[in-house]
């Protein structure tokens, strides 16, 4: 297998209105290989003409087109048509996905493309279980409470899992009956471009799924600012949504926000220390730090802070840097030198505010890897709650550790940034370890392990500033309750 065999030669083309097009001016991004920052494909950049005939053509197809009044089985049909579509072509995914993040190609092709294919067939199978309720009030009223689609939807896309979120929330909203406008990051917008073959070939209506790749601003503004558009849903960092909600403001639209995290992994000293570290050390390294809901905070109890130190330390320096398509490399490249640079930044703050470097904190030396991304796993001890490096996403391979004595202390430290996103806890007792869980204030939490196993039936709600509404189907949906007076003769006076 050669992954550029599955690279277009020709600039990657928008998807409006059930058809490929180049936007207007013609203009073209580079798409570059963060691993060795060389281009390697071209994508066409929309512009606001461009966005207005995506709106015009989700308009349409929801409210005149055969979409809007679409059985829900006949909508099921066809996602699970383009499922089946996405699984024969899941390599030529991966390999895209792995050229323009940088990720590892397994994980990809087995865990994050196996997600990809399950969303299709769950929301296959949830479009048609979409049910509302009967609230008993008097013998004489029928209260109904049904669910419907918000009508067109925007959704904006994050660069750090675009295939797996894309397709999750892609298929969430159409199973609710929604249309949709995607707008992948400028950095990650191949596996997007290439999903809109998926659904045409699969058959969907013309302006049911519309992809447009280009600028945050412009494209992400025009949908949020426009009254044509129903919903916008985000994905991304906590600053853009908030910029979000100010732009949302004059047409009051619903938005849903999945933001940024700064997630406490809280460790007791009744646990093997030699498995909490590997557990502490994955739950921040994964994707090189860039997941939203990684443990970048490590709470540790003092009787085995050293101890913890210096076994973590080890498993970070086990790390294999390199190429995702390496089968030994463990640790990925970051997507951009813009965002490596801001990590380097963060680096050097943790250094000048006090922090005890403990391993990392160096770039390498290695001339294959200085042409890439790469930052080494990087572990600060003794880091204090004041510091900007405690309080501030890093989305980087990068964790901070801070010593806690007490139950009640952990908790404290864990609640204490502007994030409420995930977060561990890791004891052999297990009324502690739920203890600590409900008292930690986050959306996710894990017990003696670190990652939900594909979270696909569960919402992940992010609390505090890490977000805006609840995941899943229900997030694309609006409720309307009906009364019935079933009472003759019931008239006002
Ligand atoms: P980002 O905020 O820079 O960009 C997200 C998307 O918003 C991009 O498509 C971007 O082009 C677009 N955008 C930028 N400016 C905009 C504007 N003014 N109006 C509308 N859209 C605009 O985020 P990122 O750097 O792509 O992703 C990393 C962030 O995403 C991290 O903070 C991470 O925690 C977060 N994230 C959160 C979750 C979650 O589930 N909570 C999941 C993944 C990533």
Redesign the pocket.
Known sequence: MNPYDYVKKEPYKLYVNGEFIIPEKGETFDVVNPVNNEVFAKAYKAGTKEVDFAIKAAREAYDNGPWGKMSAKDRSKLLLKAGKILERRLEEFACIETLECGKLFGSVMYYEGGMCVDAFEYFAGKARCIEGKVVPIDSNTINMVQWYPHGVVGE??????PFM?GCQKICAILAAGNTAIV????WASLSMLLLAEVFDEAGFPKGVVNFLAG???VI??AL?ESPEVDMVA???????GK??IG?SKETVKEIAL????KSPNIIFDDVNVDDAAKWGRWGFTLNSGQV?VSGTRLIVHRNIYEEFLEKLKAEAEKMVPGDGFDSNTTLSTLIHKDHASTVWDYIQKGKDEGARLICGGVPYSDETLKKGNFVPVTVFADVTTDMSIFQE?I?GPVVCVTPFDTEEEAVAIANSTKYG?AGGVFTKDIKRGLRVAQAVDSGQLYINSYFSKGMIESP?T?WRE??LGVAGIQKYMISKTIFVDTEEGSVPY
């Open positions: 904006i896309l994050p660069w750090n899992g979120m707008k992948p990051s400028s600028s945050g601003s992400g503004n949020v985000m994905t991304g960092g906590t600053s853009t910029s979000i732009a999945e933001l940024g995290g939203c996403e989305f996103l992940g992010g890490s977000g």
